[in-house]
Every structure is written in structure tokens, then in C-alpha cells.
């Protein structure tokens, strides 16, 4: 069975950090890349990173930039480290693979809220 899972979600104070993990089973994970993705009350869901396969190559949003950081570990886990937070991150936030030719997938997204 095809899974993407996103979690770590949770709250906290502005300028408190955490960390998102997007875990993949069934599907050959390092053949894909993985973006993490943004949907705020009201607004569109936007990327906000992502990193590529074979030499992880990274990118980021001007709004995350030198803030949040993506990585590829072991055993099929994508991490977004989330560092001095502020209140307009506050969104659920969705992984998403991607690979030529082969299927789309999306994690189910996890809520992430940050107080002032």
C-alpha cells in the first residue's frame, strides 16, 4: 500500500521551532522528489521547499528562507525543520512526491500553529 505521511504538526510560540516529518512507504521514495507545501486560512496552497533526488539539491520560498530546513534521511523520511517561527506560518502543511512519469503523491497534511 502507497503511503505518504505527514506529521509533527502541532503548536507554538513565535520564534519556537518543529519539525515536520514526511514518511513514504510502498513507492520507490529516493526515485522522487518531495516539496512541502502551505495552505493558510483563506489562501492558496503554496511551496515553500523542496528537495530533489540523487544529490538533494534544495530549495526554498523567500518567506522560509534561512529559517526552515529540508532534508532526505534514511529509511524514507523527508524532514522540514521549522526554526524561529512566526505567526503567519500558521497553515496546514502537506508533503508532496513527485517523480517523471510516475504517479503524483500527497501527505494529509498536518496543522501547524503558531502564537504570538
Known amino acids: 500500500e502507497v503511503q505518504l505521511q505527514a506529521s509533527g504538526g502541532g503548536e507554538a510560540q513565535a520564534g519556537g521551532s518543529l519539525r515536520l516529518s514526511c514518511a513514504a512507504s510502498?513507492?520507490?521514495?529516493?526515485?522522487?522528489?518531495i516539496g512541502w507545501f502551505r495552505q493558510a486560512p483563506g489562501k492558496e496552497r503554496e511551496i515553500i521547499s523542496c528537495i530533489s533526488t540523487y544529490d538533494d539539491s534544495t530549495n526554498y520560498a523567500d518567506s522560509v528562507k534561512g529559517r526552515f530546513t529540508i532534508s532526505r534521511e534514511p529509511k524514507n523520511t523527508v524532514y522540514l525543520q521549522m526554526n524561529s517561527l512566526k505567526p503567519e506560518d500558521t497553515a496546514v502543511y502537506y508533503c508532496?512526491?513527485?517523480?517523471?512519469?510516475?504517479?503524483?503523491?500527497w501527505g494529509q497534511g498536518t496543522l501547524v500553529t503558531v502564537s504570538s
Open positions: 508532496k512526491a513527485t517523480a517523471p512519469l510516475k504517479p503524483v503523491y
Open positions: 510502498g513507492f520507490a521514495f529516493d526515485d522522487y522528489a
